[in-house]
């Protein structure tokens, strides 16, 4: 559980309500756009527009279900507070990106150094094994990141997720057949 003492300790955060139902928290949040008996991936399986989780749970087995709803993060109770900071700062790293859309770049981890990539140069983006590879109109980058990491940092209105493994600029589709795009 995360407590109101570790939220606290992350200045950026604030704790606007908490729930132990699933039906209770619907209601909160059609309300402000941010659980009866299901479990938490079945609550975001329900919602038709996912917010930034960071799931926590004490069993491993629900890990790759959260991965595959798009979780920011997945934390193994106990967790400690370090590791619930690296969670929160990863949400902090994505809306600061977000907020970057209006210039047209964002920021790509490569090894140890962090690149700049306008978006209008991105083609594709294809998912390698534990990484993704930006197919860019003059090179290639090969990031260190999931496809739900790599969603949350382009503006959905220029950017389409086909597939399990690719990414695509909508400004470069020409056209979309049965097997291709």
Do not use: W
């Not at 909160?28 to 930034?52: A, C, H, N, W």
């Not at 290639?140 to 997720?161: D, S, V, Y």
């Amino acid at each position: 559980m995360v407590t109101t003492a570790k939220l606290n300790k992350v200045p950026f955060l604030e704790l606007k309500a908490t729930f132990t139902d699933a039906f209770e928290a619907i209601p909160y949040l059609q309300q402000y756009k941010k659980m009866p008996d299901i479990s938490g991936i079945e609550f975001v399986r329900i919602l038709q527009k996912t917010p930034m989780i960071i799931f926590t749970t004490a069993y491993s087995e629900y890990a790759l279900n959260g991965f595959e709803l798009d979780a920011v993060d997945y934390l193994m109770k106990p967790f400690s507070i370090a590791r619930f900071t690296k969670a929160c700062n990863k949400v902090l790293e994505i809306k600061l990106s977000r907020s970057e859309e209006s210039h047209n770049f964002i920021f790509l981890k490569t090894g140890y150094e962090e690149e700049k990539v306008l978006l209008d140069d991105i083609l594709f983006i294809e998912v390698e094994g534990n990484y993704m590879l930006y197919v860019l109109s003059n090179k290639k980058l090969l990031c260190r990141q999931n496809i739900g990491e790599c969603m949350n940092q382009l503006p959905t209105n220029q950017f389409i997720r086909f597939h399990r493994s690719y990414i695509v600029a909508l400004s470069k589709i020409q056209k979309i057949t049965r097997q291709s795009v």
